[in-house]
């Protein structure tokens, strides 16, 4: 496998999904704000939870996000929600004031053999506070970004109109009023 095997899997996992939500009509801010929320809830700082927190996320929100774009956002994020998890336990420590976790080798060990099992309680609730404060901001700036992104790949792509227009009476079906005066 050489390099260019990663374009066929890129292709299939995230550019045809992409495609087919956009063939699908929905309407731009819909989608940005699903993107919006896929991505912020897809760097929560705990790995594994973010399927289940998108599925929660799409239960309570109902027909105001769109489904198929939380979760392609939130798999979009993977890679970036484990590059967060230290500047969102950072960030968690500077506004707690609490003190900072060492990311040594000798701390590794103490979390493998148990030793630190306090710490790393305290660690992750230090990145849980960090997410917290940071996702309203995060969110608002990705809607803000994607909107206009939508708004252009939308009709670009889309094989439905985005608002369902009535279509005019044809000159056959017009009947005139006449009024005697």
């Known amino acids: 496998m050489g390099k260019f095997a990663f374009a066929p899997w890129f292709r299939k996992k995230i550019i045809d999904p992409l495609l087919y939500i956009l063939r699908r009509g929905a309407e731009p801010k819909q989608l940005a704000f699903s993107a919006a929320l896929g ?13 289940l927190l998108c599925g929660m996320a799409i239960a309570v929100l109902g027909s105001l996000c769109h489904s198929p774009t939380v979760m392609l956002a939130n798999f979009v994020a993977t890679p970036i929600e484990l590059s967060l998890v230290v500047p969102f336990l950072r960030f968690g420590e500077k506004i707690s004031g609490g003190p900072r976790f060492p990311l040594t080798s000798d701390a590794l060990k103490k979390v493998v053999t148990g030793q630190a099992s306090w710490e790393v309680v305290l660690s992750i609730a230090h990145a849980l506070l960090g997410w917290l404060v ?4 995060i969110l608002a700036v990705l809607y803000i970004l994607f909107l206009p992104i939508f708004k252009f790949l939308v009709p670009k792509f889309s094989s439905v109109p985005l608002s369902p227009r009535k279509s005019l009476p044809l000159h056959s079906e017009v009947a005139l009023k006449v009024r005697d005066v």
Request: glycine share 12%; net charge neutral.
């Open 134 to 137: 940071a996702a309203p901001c």
């Open 39 to 51: 991505v912020t809830l897809g760097i929560f700082p705990i790995c594994g939870v973010t399927v």
